[in-house]
Nanobody, 121 residues
Framework: QVQLVESGGGLVQAGGSLRLSCAAS???????MGWFRQAPGKEREFVAA????????YYNDSVKGRFTISRDNAKNTVYLQTNSLKPEDTAVYYC???????????????WGQGTQVTVSS
């Protein structure tokens, strides 16, 4: 069992940056870690993922070049650095952990409670 707690969200102007963190209660080195987001009235959307062993990263096309996912297994923490934020990035951002292969599907084993990111124009 892994409990995930996100932090770092907030209100930022367009073009700004935020660093989201996801702290796990247990060891994350056996999980692929992902970030998803959900805007009001929309489905939960894949943002980024990082494999447990290789560290290979994957991104939604809409955030490529702007967001960076990273992990620190020693600290059991995952990060999402978000740069050049746009109003359409506004959403609740969720951290999640999975042992599965389909990193882009919102079918992860464990989820955090989410952190709100609001980007003003």
């Amino acid at each position: 069992q892994v409990q995930l707690v996100e932090s770092g969200g907030g209100l930022v102007q367009a073009g700004g940056s935020l660093r989201l963190s996801c702290a796990a209660s247990g060891r994350i080195n056996m999980y692929t870690m992902g970030w998803f987001r959900q805007a009001p009235g929309k489905e939960r959307e894949f943002v980024a993922a990082i494999r447990r062993v290789s560290g290979i990263t994957y991104y939604n096309d809409s955030v490529k070049g702007r967001f960076t996912i990273s992990r620190d297994n020693a600290k059991n923490t995952v990060y999402l650095q978000t740069n050049s934020l746009k109003p359409e990035d506004t959403a609740v951002y969720y951290c999640a952990a999975t042992t599965g292969l389909d990193y882009w599907r919102p079918e992860y084993d464990y989820w955090g409670q989410g952190t709100q990111v609001t980007v003003s124009s």
